[in-house]
């Protein structure tokens, strides 16, 4: 029971990075791809009717971690008070740069809300690169099982680690690297023109990068937590991850200049989940690793009752087919090429 | 919330008459709905997080139980709304009139939820009911129906909806109020204030009767040291006067100047002239609220903004249930000038709920004092506060900015959000 509920939320935290990624990526190529008010408003009718709903994946993983984990959400988040405070900080400047642009046609106005959703979007997806370069690095947690980490200590790992050392810098680049990446798979998917050929030169830029990155990160992470790989030892069948993320890669270099929009654009979804997934399957049981090994936040010893996660299974079931389909029904509806014309943005 | 009610009333209305008037009505408040949603979902996440980062062991302590609805808010009520609010905004074209209805009603239902969610929580905070403590000191659900039909959050529910209804009604009376003082768009001034007065008498009414009277019951019962400092009663005595206008002096344990009701706290109470009732006088001072004045006073003007609500609407359904209304100026200016009370009675219900349980978290379990995130140094706190405070500030100026603007711009302009709804009634 309790497993399950920690690949539900490892699920939904991953659903939402491939959901709400495309549309901060879309943010982050924004200034550059855009340029004309036309083009923007393109871009942003790309991602208006979905944005809100996709970072609501955000909220409901929140509000089931908390639901399953109650003591794991009670010691993350208060440890990473300062970096999700300022999460939260870009969110609402994200928020109201996306929907606030529109109501006043002017330059000035508008230009500065450009730069506000722009600006944010970048930073939201360092921000989350780093959040989870420090989950797999490891944070000081103590007897009491809690901790509280600076933003920065010496950008070295020491026992008092800061939220940015060179690690979790290294992540964080990378998220925005790869989400900048998705992003322009999906603006590639949903416009044309000069647009569209240019959020493809975005994409075919970033794949070096990616790469390269993946790379580096991959073998940092053994460098830092050689137990990392004992989960794969132990269950072969794991490997079968990493091949997806390489073949994934392979997928995108391959669909991209060919113009199959879609098919680059699932391939870096698929990539985006199946990097989540291996990290969940190298920490688990480990929800948040202790500097010190000892102290290590578990599935085991963070969860609420049996009684309540049995309950709350019957009604997230049925909660998650009703959102699925709300999705499935969105999207649907807009499905297609962005058409300029129609109301808002 | 109260909005959302009031443009499905709108929309209604237009779909059955086929009146383009009231679907460009629907169109104008859907417009300052939609800016309104965009505040509240920015603002509405960071409440999600600081259970964490703010308030970290109470999460520790209770997420066993208050987990539950706190999941099932964002899985049923978020989702829902967010999703059709999409739909609602962007989607007019590609819909059919009536699915665009139903796609206005899915956003009613998923913030209405959301509410009852967030409810049920303050509820289990109020009135802890459904839990066992386990082994490691934490709370967990042992009757998942007991803690969601928890009988506190019904109550508490209908009150605050209907002060979410009563709020809504309010503002879209004194637009309209004050498009018929100025001589624009009279039609639909008419409108807004034909349907704001008669919703807004409706709940107004219901705010006081039963659903404020049934929630003050549950006070006496539960936490009648809440009732005492709510009502300033510092002496328990048999015929306890009702206090309607006085200052509470905490040290001397009296009220200044007061003008009371012989008897009347009693009858409210227990319905007897001369039921005796409790004051502080019968608690130890350590379970008093701790702010007894600044309860006192949220208390009172709750309670009297809400007889003036009454009041107010229940004059304006008489004058224009005899056609008088849109001609009486000088009632035209008290509903344009009341637009700000409701805001003020709901956040002085709120301070009235929340202060009135301090000392307690959870009341009867846990207090405030432990549950806070130790481990954040005031200094991040203080930080992190101004921060917000900063933003909420720019928030608020941009949005009273872009509402001033729709309402000058008035029901008939092109631009912003949902400008061409239903292109088949022009």
């Known amino acids: ?103 006043i046609e002017t330059p000035i106005w508008q230009d500065f809300f450009d730069v506000v959703f722009s600006v944010s979007s970048i930073l939201l997806a360092v921000f989350f690169g780093a959040a989870l370069g420090n989950v797999v690095r490891g944070v000081p947690l103590d007897v009491t099982g809690y901790f509280f980490e600076p933003l920065w200590t010496n950008f070295k790992l020491g026992p008092q680690t800061g939220i940015l050392d060179w690690y979790t810098v290294l992540t964080g680049v990378m998220a925005l690297v790869t989400l900048t990446a998705h992003g322009s798979y999906y603006v590639a998917l949903k416009t044309d023109a000069d647009l569209g050929r240019r959020a493809r030169g975005f994409a075919l830029l970033c794949w070096p990068l990616q790469f390269f990155l993946t790379c580096i990160s991959m073998v940092a992470t053994y460098f830092i937590r050689p137990e990392i790989m004992g989960n794969y030892e132990r269950h072969p069948i794991g490997l079968l991850i990493p091949i997806v993320v390489i073949l994934s890669l392979a997928m995108m270099l391959w669909a991209n200049p060919k113009g199959k929009e879609k098919l680059a654009f699932i391939a870096s979804s698929l990539y985006l989940a199946f990097m989540l997934v291996g990290a969940a399957f190298a920490l688990y ?41 709300y999705f499935v029904f969105v999207y649907r509806m807009f499905r297609g090429k962005v058409q300029l014309g129609e109301g808002h943005y | 919330m109260g909005l959302a009610l009031l443009i499905v009333v709108l929309k209604t209305i237009g779909l059955r008459r086929n009146d383009p008037v009231y679907h460009e009505a629907a169109r104008f408040w859907g417009r300052i709905f939609g800016i309104n949603f965009v505040l509240g979902v920015v603002t509405g996440i960071p409440m999600e997080f600081q259970f964490g980062t703010n308030w970290s062991h109470f999460s520790r302590f209770a997420g066993g139980v208050i987990g539950q609805t706190l999941g099932m808010e964002g899985m049923f009520a978020f989702f829902l709304e967010s999703a059709f609010l999409g739909l609602f905004l962007y989607g007019e074209k590609r819909l059919s009139a009536r699915a665009h209805w139903l796609s206005a009603v899915a956003v009613f239902v998923g913030s209405w939820l959301s509410g009852y969610f967030i409810i049920a929580t303050d509820a289990f905070m109020q009135h802890p009911v459904g839990y066992f403590t386990a082994s490691d000191g934490s709370l967990q659900l042992s009757g998942f129906w007991d803690f969601v039909l928890n009988p506190w959050a019904g109550w508490q529910y209908a009150h605050n909806m209907s002060g979410a209804a009563i709020t809504g009604s309010f503002i879209m009376t004194a637009v309209g109020a004050f498009y018929l003082l100025s001589g624009k768009w009279t039609t639909h001034g008419r409108i807004f204030v034909k349907a704001g ?15 404020g009277d049934r929630q003050g019951k549950m006070v006496s019962d539960q936490q009648p040291v809440t009732l005492a400092a709510m009502e300033g009663l510092f002496q328990g005595q048999t015929g306890a006067p009702l206090v309607i206008v006085g200052q509470p002096d905490e040290k001397e344990g009296k009220i200044d100047n007061p003008i009371e009701v012989p008897g009347m706290l009693s009858m409210l109470t227990y319905k007897r002239w001369n039921a005796n009732v409790r004051g502080l006088d019968a608690f130890p001072r350590q379970d008093w609220p701790d702010n007894i004045p600044l309860l006192y006073y949220s208390y009172h003007i709750m309670v009297g903004l809400g007889t003036f609500f009454v009041a107010v609407m229940v004059v304006s359904l008489f004058l224009l249930w005899r056609g008088r209304l849109f001609n009486a100026r000088w009632m035209l200016w008290i509903l344009m000038l009341a637009a700000p009370f409701p805001y003020i009675a709901n956040t002085a219900g709120w301070m009235t709920a929340e202060l009135g349980r301090q000392p307690w978290l959870v009341y009867g379990l846990m207090r405030t004092e432990a549950g806070y995130s130790t481990m954040v140094s005031a200094g991040n706190g203080m930080f992190t506060l101004l921060g917000f405070m900063g933003i909420y500030m720019v928030l608020g100026i941009l949005g009273l900015f872009l509402i001033r603007r729709e309402i000058e711009n008035g029901p008939l302009a092109g631009t912003g959000f949902a400008s061409n709804l239903h292109p088949e009634v022009k």
């Open chain 1, 285 to 325: 049981p480990v929800v948040l690793p202790a500097r010190d090994h000892q102290y290590d936040l578990t599935i085991y010893n963070t969860a609420a009752s049996i009684h309540g996660l049995s309950v709350g299974l019957v009604w997230w079931t049925l909660s998650a087919m009703l959102a699925v389909g």
């Open chain 1, 1 to 103: 029971m309790v497993s399950l509920w920690f690949w539900i939320v490892a699920a939904m935290v991953a659903t939402y990075v491939v959901l709400d990624g495309f549309d901060l990526g879309a943010g982050a190529i924004y200034l550059i791809a855009a340029k004309t008010n036309e083009e923007r408003r393109r871009v942003l009718r790309a991602i208006g009717p979905v944005w809100d709903g996709n970072e609501v994946w955000l909220l409901a993983a929140g509000g089931i971690l908390y639901f399953a984990f109650p003591q794991l959400y009670a010691s993350s988040f208060s440890g990473f008070y300062l970096p999700l405070t300022i999460v939260l900080w870009l969110l609402i400047l994200r928020g109201i740069g996306i929907e606030f642009r529109a109501h």
């Open chain 2, 197 to 211: 007065v008669i919703v807004g008498c409706v709940f107004s009414v219901l705010q006081i009767f039963p659903t």
